[in-house]
């Protein structure tokens, strides 16, 4: 099984990214996905969740500025960043039950 998140990076404040988790090895259509955000010092964190249905769920502090999704022919899922804040910097994990990736960057600060 591998989990691999990409599109990081620096953003100003008030900014948009988009990072995306690539899945192998697994049947990607049957498993409700996740991400998570660890910031420094901090304990790792569930951002947002979408079920193998697409049924989607926020924590209360991105909801209606970030949006998750999924390709199940790509076996993708995405979590799309708006209104970026600096509280959102950290390293974003994508997660499948027990399954992690290796996390990517987010930086938002001027």
């Known amino acids: 099984v591998q989990l691999v998140e990409s599109g990081g990076g620096l953003v100003q404040p008030g900014g948009s990214l988009r990072i995306s988790c690539v899945a192998s090895?697994?049947?990607?259509?049957?498993?409700?996905m996740s991400w998570y955000r660890q910031a420094p010092g901090k304990e790792r964190e569930w951002v947002a969740k979408?079920?193998?249905?697409?049924?989607?769920y926020y924590k209360n502090s991105v909801k209606g500025r970030f949006t998750i999704s999924r390709d199940n022919a790509k076996n993708t899922v995405s979590l799309q960043m708006n209104s970026l804040k600096p509280d959102d910097t950290a390293v974003y994990y994508c997660?499948?039950?027990?399954?992690w990736g290796q996390g990517t960057q987010v930086t938002v600060s001027s």
């Open positions: 997660n499948a039950r027990q399954y």
């Open positions: 979408i079920f193998s249905q697409g049924i989607t």
């Open positions: 090895g697994f049947t990607f259509s049957t498993y409700d």
